[in-house]
Nanobody
């Protein structure tokens, strides 16, 4: 059972990237999936969370609202993070994590509160 995060890379400010989080050995539609990021020397930050298919709200950090969108492709067992209008301050390693609770206050939860973590994918925004 694992999560695989991918899609990171080097992009210029104002550009876009789409990150993918693919589940293997688990059905992601039963899980809420969150995206976190961690920049060098900074604490981990909760970016976005999409609830499982039981319903609920999608959450985004204030720093990414209006620029990032999280979505599911259940047929592909994948959750996407579409990142537009990227800024230098978005540079970080991005991780996906899955758990069966709601997305409510996901950003306050500790690493052990999640059932599975992906390995991380580097996003660098630079000219």
């Amino acid at each position: 059972v694992q999560l695989q995060a991918s899609g990171g890379g080097l992009v210029q400010p104002g550009g876009s990237l789409r990150l993918s989080c693919v589940g293997t050995g688990l059905l992601l539609d039963y899980y809420s999936v969150a995206w976190f990021r961690q920049a060098p020397g900074k604490e981990r930050e909760g970016v976005s969370c999409i609830p499982n298919n039981s319903g609920g709200l999608t959450y985004h950090a204030d720093s990414v609202k209006g620029r990032f969108t999280v979505s599911r492709a259940d047929a592909k067992n994948t959750v996407f993070l579409q990142m537009n209008s990227l800024k230098a301050e978005d540079t970080a390693v991005y991780y996906c994590a899955a758990y069966m609770s709601s997305c409510w206050q996901f950003h306050k939860k500790g690493k052990d509160d999640f059932d599975y973590w992906g390995q991380g994918t580097q996003v660098t925004v630079s000219s």
